[in-house]
């Protein structure tokens, strides 16, 4: 799990994986130093011996627009790992409780899977966490095409194809800012090289969009500081497109 600064979303995070059904996991939580009542609420969590926590020490805006945090938080997270399947989740996310035990028993019973996602909701919020709108991202086919169709906590895969993944790309996630926006899929692109998607078809996780999220503030403020310190980010149709060309899956 990475967290910065959702004071108001990261308990519900937390307690959606300390409540899962399948208990046999480790959640490696990363902490980009946010601000201290989202301090206040993690620590109150820090009792359970399943957790492994890190805090970043970043303060200023410019480290933290130089490289993708997230993208970096997992992949120190990865090297703290030591389980045999990894998924992820962020700080405004949250899993339903069958969600391990259904993505395990996939990868268990599907020995030529190594990657498989969920159906996943998504709710866009406004400032006081009202509803905007709602949509759902289906889980229905084998998928070549991965970036920006399936979702960052919809996904859980081997941990030993990651040797794969670093030693073609040279990381696990790539921590260059001009995909800020779209780690995700540039990871996704990654994995697509090799292999592909596979779906449970069930919704497993609900993704929270609020008006602190970086899309919102990025986006919808042009101004902001974010917005001004981040290099032009790259597309989703760039990755889709380089996919289509390697013909992978055809
Ligand atoms: P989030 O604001 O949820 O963006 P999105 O619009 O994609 O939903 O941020 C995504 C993740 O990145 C979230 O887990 C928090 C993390 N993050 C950091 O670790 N450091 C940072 O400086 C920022 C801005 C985000
Ligand atoms: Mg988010």
């Keep these: 799990m990475t967290s910065y600064n959702k004071y108001d979303y990261v308990g519900k995070s937390i307690e959606s994986i300390?409540?899962?059904t399948f208990e046999d996991f480790e959640l490696i939580l990363m902490d980009d130093n946010s601000d201290d009542?989202?301090?206040?609420?993690?620590?109150?969590y820090l009792q359970d011996?399943?957790?492994?926590?890190?805090?970043s020490?970043?303060?200023t805006i410019e480290e933290r627009t130089r490289i993708t945090r997230y993208a970096h938080l997992i992949n120190k997270g990865i090297e703290m790992a030591s389980g045999e399947y990894i998924t992820y989740i962020t700080d405004d996310n949250v899993h339903k409780p069958t969600r391990l035990e259904k993505m395990v028993n996939y990868l268990d019973q599907h020995p030529d899977a190594n990657i498989c996602y969920s159906a996943s909701k998504v709710f866009f919020l406004d400032h006081d966490g009202g509803v905007i709108k709602e949509m759902t991202r289906a889980a229905k086919i084998v998928q070549w095409l991965a970036p920006c169709i399936i979702d960052h906590c919809s996904v859980m895969h081997r941990a030993d194809?990651?040797?794969?993944i670093k030693k073609y790309f040279s990381s696990y996630w790539d921590e260059d800012p001009h995909y800020y926006l779209r780690g995700d899929a540039r990871f996704f692109w990654r994995l697509n090289h090799f292999w592909p998607f596979y779906p449970i078809d069930e919704v497993l996780d609900v993704n929270y969009i609020t008006k602190k999220s970086l899309h919102t503030s990025v986006l919808e403020d042009k101004e902001s500081s974010f917005a001004t310190l981040l290099p032009q980010q790259k597309t989703c149709k760039g990755l889709r497109d380089h996919l289509k060309k390697l013909g992978r899956g055809r």
């Design 37 to 44: 009542r989202t301090q206040k609420v993690i620590e109150s």
């Design 57 to 59: 020490d970043v303060t």
């Design 161 to 164: 194809i990651l040797k794969i």
């Design 49 to 55: 011996d399943r957790i492994k926590y890190y805090r």
């Design 18 to 20: 300390l409540n899962q």
